[in-house]
């Protein structure tokens, strides 16, 4: 189940995602379970002019508001106003296996650095850092543009944890991670972003990610260094 509205004349936007999705072994029926994923994500826009959030039946060049109307067009000022916008992120993944019943480690959602899709969290930690059957992430996010240029900065904070059973959460302590750098928005052209990550107690982490906004579709392109000095 998806939900997408706004309130406040536009300014305040919802991207909402809970799914519920089984998992069934054929070959081995001890690796059968299943998942419970809630997304929730609010931002708030600083201007009005400030573009929302790609809709999902556009391609990553596409800025178009609504592609299946007569006359379609992109949104006005998508590239040449001044934007901005705060955003709060809650994701959590929990996981149930019947008794007697394990979940491969390769279906483990990961945090740390960036997963397979690209998708970065606790950035100051090397890829994929923390594997575990259940994952809780909170994310408090600020970008905002270089006066009218397609160029912006950004300041992310990010709080994980991850636990082998949902009990676990609660009492397993958290991750924090911090993340500066610039981002490229220009109409629907590809968001491009450059952090340095830090606040971790393994050393700091570059990313730079181009993300096609294929969400789940199509993976970004990620490449990252790694300048952390581990303990032993």
Known sequence: MRMRPSVLNDRLHFNYD????????VSDSSFSFQRLTVDLYQEYSIHRTHMRIPRETNGPYDCLVDPTVDHPRCPKATSNAVKGSFGIRAFTS????????????????????????????LSSYQDYRFRA????????????????WPVGFAFLLDQGKVALTRGELGSNHWRHSFSTGLTLRAGGF???????????????????????????????????????????
């Open 18 to 25: 809970v799914a519920y999705r089984p998992f069934i072994a």
């Open 94 to 121: 929990l996981s149930m296996t019947p008794g007697g019943e394990t979940m491969p480690f390769y279906f483990q959602p990961t945090i740390g650095g960036a997963d397979v899709n690209g998708n970065a969290s």
């Open 133 to 148: 059957p259940n994952v809780l992430l909170f994310r408090e996010s600020f970008e905002h543009s270089i006066w009218k």
């Open 190 to 232: 590809p968001q491009v972003y450059l952090l340095f990550s830090w606040g971790g107690d393994e050393g700091t982490h570059t990313i730079a990610n181009l993300n096609l906004h294929f969400w789940e579709a199509q993976p970004a392109q990620h490449f990252s260094r790694n300048n952390a000095f581990r303990k032993g």
